[in-house]
């Protein structure tokens, strides 16, 4: 039998709460938070800086490979239990981490196993959720579910620099396996649904009339009709020059970000600060996207004027230039905290911009589309930075060249205008 929406209250809300704790366990996977073990694990392991880093092209690379089978279930069976399935793969990497002693092993639990457990947690299942279950709203829905990785990082920073301090790195790893069955495994069985319509309700819930979608015209996004909705296949999708305009200009500037996120700690690290205050530094970076992220959900909703499209990787430029030149405290500081508020912004953006130009039914066929690609790209960043740091001792002439890439992808996502659908059906038989 069918839930109705009588009370007033949409289970939508629910969706976004669940979809917060999950990202919240995603921080402790987050590049910054590896660079934390870069110090532990070189003086007892004597892994150097790229060896350590090299795993996370490698996890993402998995990631990119399972996106598609990812994107496929979600859009037939829901998120609940990708979600719940994904946790438990987690959970069991970061125990197998907390035993490892060689770096094979290392690869083998966090770059290949870790990497479908995160596939199976990563934006793509959660925002994909929330975008079957907000429209209207979908920017601000998006952005209260992604504060859970800000919060996560908020909070996991500081602990993992007490854990390793007091107890060592083994039993941060622990401590993360725990976290990944309390915020992942067991509020997602519980509460997860598919979209709205498997409960008899519309997206956005009735705080929001079914005419007010009359205002999503073509040329802001896909048209949004209560009856039927756009839908896609892999090989349409590929066709339209919007989907190539995205890639480029997001993956360019994902390169970037996972080559100066991984960077952070140890960039601190060499210009004297200590792990206490690193840890500050990635706490202050965390509660600047937290206050900054209700207003890049308001903005998000208006991503069919370019110049919303690309304040994010104008901002994320900014910070670079000021990683590049920082030869004072308040330099490093204030880069580090622009730095999260931009990209916190791009993420959000993105994830409005995917959903708007191709509709809610089949966005997990869409989105793992075009995660392999975007994967592909990014990946090389860690790698690539930490090379250049073992060539010239420098991570600078690395952010030189992010630079020029943040420029590229704002230009590129400024030309970006949303696909004619091809085919529409109905929520209600899908």
């Known amino acids: ?116 457990g995160f596939s199976l947690v990563s934006m793509l299942v959660t925002n994909t959720t929330i975008s079957n279950w907000f429209v209207v709203r979908r920017g601000r829905a998006i952005a209260l579910a992604g504060m859970g990785t800000s919060t996560g990082m908020l909070i996991i920073s500081p602990i993992t620099v007490a854990v390793i301090a007091v107890w060592g790195w083994q039993t941060a790893w622990i401590f ?71 890639i480029t200009a997001i993956s360019s500037s994902m390169f970037a970000f996972q080559g100066v996120n991984i960077s952070i700690a140890p960039y601190a690290e060499d210009l004297g600060f200590g792990a206490a205050a690193i840890a500050l530094m990635l706490m202050a970076r965390s509660v600047a996207t937290i206050l900054v992220t209700p207003m890049w959900g308001m903005l998000s909703e208006h991503v069919h004027l370019p110049t919303i499209r690309v304040i994010p990787f104008l901002i994320q430029l900014l910070a670079t230039a000021l990683l590049t030149l920082a030869d004072t405290n308040a330099m490093l500081w204030f880069g580090i905290v622009v730095y999260g508020a931009g990209f916190t912004g791009m993420m959000i953006i993105q994830e409005v911009l995917w959903a708007n130009y191709y509709g809610r039914l089949t966005l997990g066929t869409v989105r793992s589309t075009s995660l392999p690609l975007q994967v592909l790209i990014s990946g090389g960043g860690p790698v690539l930075i930490n090379l250049v740091f073992d060539l010239t001792g420098s991570y600078r002439p690395a952010y030189a060249a992010f630079i020029g890439l943040y420029l590229m992808s704002a230009i590129l996502i400024w030309f970006a205008k949303p696909p004619i659908p091809y085919n529409f059906a109905n929520p209600d038989e899908r």
């Open 176 to 246: 993360f396996a725990v976290l990944a069955w309390l915020v992942v495994v067991i509020p997602s069985a519980l509460i997860m649904k598919r979209r709205p319509e498997d409960m008899g309700l519309k997206p956005d819930g009735e705080v929001v009339n079914s005419n007010d979608y009359s205002n999503l015209q073509p040329e802001k996004s896909v048209q949004y009709d209560s009856t039927k909705e756009a839908v896609w296949t892999r090989r349409q999708v590929v066709r339209t020059p919007a989907f190539w305009l995205l």
């Open 1 to 116: 039998m069918k839930a109705k929406n009588n009370s007033g209250y949409f289970y939508g809300w629910n969706i976004i709460g669940a979809a917060f704790l999950s990202r919240f366990s995603f921080a402790s996977g987050n590049a910054s938070i590896l660079g934390l073990f870069f110090t532990p694990l070189n003086a007892q392991l004597g892994w150097s800086r790229t060896s350590i880093a090299g795993v996370l092209t490698l996890s993402r690379l998995f990631e990119g490979i399972t996106s598609p089978i990812v994107g496929t279930l979600l859009d037939r069976y829901g998120s609940r239990w990708i979600l719940v399935v994904g946790g438990i793969i987690l959970s069991l990497g970061f125990m197998g981490l907390s035993a490892m002693t060689n770096l094979w092993q290392f690869y083998l639990v966090r770059g290949i196993f870790m990497a479908i």
